[in-house]
């Protein structure tokens, strides 16, 4: 079994900064990459950035330059570094760990931008 658990969600206002954390535990060894999800309320969730193993990233066009996501070595542990927030950035955020070919989730973390 897998467990993530977020942490690091809350209220910033437009422009400011939050840093989401993931700590994972249970059977995690070769984990083949890690992300954050969001999900809007009336909208599907979607990916927002992810990263490999290897250390190779991928993001949301909407999200390029404002967020970095990043790892420990031991990939136990995913963050995502929020800059420049916008209010189209509310959602709740949630963790994801894939490894062999079964996707993990975490239970969400509220992200609320606003002034």
């Known amino acids: 079994q897998v467990q993530l658990v977020e942490s690091g969600g809350g209220l910033v206002q437009p422009g400011g900064s939050l840093r989401l954390s993931c700590a994972a535990s249970?059977?995690?060894?070769?984990?083949?990459?890690m992300g954050w999800y969001r999900q809007a309320p009336g909208k599907q969730r979607e990916l927002v950035a992810s990263?490999?193993?290897?250390?190779?990233?991928n993001y949301a066009d909407s999200v390029k330059g404002r967020f970095t996501i990043s790892r420990d070595n031991a990939m136990k542990t995913a963050y995502l570094q929020m800059n420049s927030l916008k209010p189209e950035d509310t959602a709740v955020y949630y963790c994801?760990?894939?490894?062999?070919?079964?996707?993990?989730w975490g239970q969400g973390t509220q992200v609320t931008v606003s002034s």
């Open positions: 990263i490999t193993r290897t250390g190779r990233t």
């Open positions: 249970g059977s995690i060894f070769r984990i083949d990459a």
């Open positions: 994801n760990l894939h490894r062999d070919g079964m996707d993990y």
